[in-house]
Structures are given as structure tokens and as C-alpha cells.
């Protein structure tokens, strides 16, 4: 949210109907068909499955992940390496075209068999539910209006909490995985629109510690010679550690830049225009 200017303009926004992740396949030409529930975030990470009918989940591990096109007409395929019992025991294939699935097949290792899988219909794409599974930790998190977020650690013991809430009906939740401190390993972000105008998309982000193994929430910036107020639009610059916010205020951009301190904590670095 702006803190100095009012946003002035109106946004309508529009949603096409696409399938919704998790995926949900049932396999092919086979004489038993089995299905399976496929969970990934950004680039394939934080990805799973969980076969019908079996509690357990095996971790996947991203083998490559090729992006060709535009965005919104882009074509993507991800490949992993299915890991059980700390053992490589197959490989999974998804393809996506314009956000639609357009391919999937699993290959099994022991005898080398290849499976061809189809797209079918599962509650969990209709309620909005999402999963993914990083540093071993078990996020699950709805897309939809429910605001509730979980952690499920591997020690048994569960954190909750609640995400902030949607100021008008149809919007979706995004998440997102990256590392965004730069201390080399990944944490994860959710976002909505903003509560003006929709025109940008604010951020909550929860920093994982390889100390406590734990998941926090990253206290938002706080400084009066920031443009914006929280986090939003959330870039992340690799190569001189640096994340960047920048939110809109009548017909003008702003962007603000923080460095994060020895102890995860933002610190302000500058703020302009957007250019």
C-alpha cells in the first residue's frame, strides 16, 4: 500500500479458467491403472506425490526445468527425479502449455518402464488446496478465500497460521519459492492483490532457519523514508543481495530497496521512481 500518494485508478481484472495445480493423474494403457497427486512450486520446487490410497509422500527432486516462449503463451516442462528411502527409484515429466497441462509420464528405474499419464478431475483443484514439500517441512496453503497456512514438521509438531484475507471475491493466492535472505537456502512467499486497486500484490514471507529448522515470518520494513508500506511486488536482486518492493500511487511507480542485517532483518537501502 502507498504511504504517500492515494491510488487514483481503477483495474478490472479478468480470469481465464485453466487446470489447477495439484494435478491430479491417472495412468495409461496399462492393464491396472493407478493415480497419483503430483505438488510443486516455482521451477518444480518444493515438489511430491502421493499415490490414491497411500498416507506416505516421496520427494521430488528437480532435474531440469525449461521454459521456451512468452509469458502467458509459454510452453514448460519440469522433470524429477522421484527420491524413496534416500534412494532414486524413478523419474516424473509435466509439461504445461499457457498454464494447461499438456503431458505427464512417470518412468519406473527397476525395470525401466515409462508410464503415460492423464489430467483428471480432483476435489483438491475445486477447494483451492495446495502443498509443497521444502526442507522437509509440509507447507500446505489455499489459492481460495480459506486464509488458513500450515507447517508440518518432521518431528510430528505443527505450526498454523493465517494469512491475510482478500478485499474483493474471485482474486487467487500465489505462492512462491525462493531464497529470498540469500543464506543459500530456499523460503516461501504467499501473495494476494493489493487491498486498493489490485494493481500490485502484497507479500508474506516466512524465511526458513537450518538452525531451528523452523519456518518464520519476516517482520515487514518500517521506515519512514520508505515509498511503499509492507512488502509488495516482491524482486529479489542475487547479485548484490538486495530485495526490492515497489507499489503504485496514482499514475506513478515507486520502488524501495533493502539489504537484509546479520540477524534476517531488513534494512533500508533507497527508494525512487520505478523505472
Not at 495409461?28 to 518444480?44: Q, V
Not at 509443497?132 to 500446505?140: D, K, R, T
Not at 531451528?212 to 520508505?226: G, M, T, V, Y
Not at 533493502?258 to 533507497?270: A, D, H, I, P, Q
Request: proline content about 4%; aromatic content about 12%.
Amino acid at each position: 500500500m502507498i504511504k504517500k500518494i492515494l491510488p487514483i485508478i481503477v483495474l478490472v481484472m479478468m480470469f481465464s479458467e485453466v487446470i489447477a495445480q495439484p494435478y491430479s493423474l491417472k495412468s495409461t494403457g496399462g492393464a491396472k491403472a493407478f493415480r497419483l497427486n503430483i505438488y510443486y512450486g516455482t521451477e518444480g520446487k518444493g515438489g511430491f506425490v502421493q499415490y490414491r490410497g497411500q498416507q506416505g509422500i516421496i520427494p521430488l527432486k528437480v532435474k531440469s526445468h525449461r521454459q521456451q516462449g512468452k509469458t502467458g503463451y509459454s510452453k514448460t516442462t519440469y522433470v524429477w527425479d522421484e527420491v524413496y528411502d534416500g534412494k532414486l527409484t524413478g523419474s516424473y515429466g509435466l509439461t504445461q502449455e499457457a498454464d494447461k497441462l499438456s503431458g505427464a509420464w512417470y518412468k519406473r528405474n527397476k525395470d525401466g518402464r515409462q508410464f503415460q499419464l492423464e489430467h483428471v478431475a480432483d476435489q483438491d483443484a475445486h477447494t483451492g488446496i495446495d502443498k509443497y514439500l521444502l526442507h522437509g517441512v509440509l507447507i500446505s496453503f489455499y489459492h481460495t478465500t480459506d486464509e488458513l497456512l500450515l507447517f508440518s514438521y518432521p518431528d510430528g509438531s505443527t505450526k498454523t497460521s493465517q494469512l491475510p484475507g482478500f478485499d474483493q471475491p474471485g482474486p487467487r493466492r500465489q505462492g512462491s519459492i525462493a531464497d529470498y535472505n540469500f543464506d543459500g537456502y530456499d523460503d516461501v512467499a504467499f501473495s494476494i492483490p493489493d487491498a486498493g486497486m489490485g494493481v500490485y500484490r502484497t507479500f508474506d514471507i516466512f524465511l526458513y532457519s537450518p538452525k531451528s529448522k523452523r519456518f518464520q515470518i519476516l517482520a515487514e520494513p518500517n521506515d519512514s523514508k520508505a515509498n511503499c508500506s509492507g512488502l509488495c511486488d516482491v524482486t529479489l536482486d542475487q547479485k548484490n543481495k538486495l530485495l526490492m518492493t515497489s507499489c503504485r500511487g496514482g499514475a506513478t511507480w515507486w520502488k524501495d530497496v533493502y539489504r537484509f542485517s546479520n540477524t534476517n532483518k531488513l534494512v533500508w537501502v533507497s527508494s525512487g521512481k520505478q523505472q
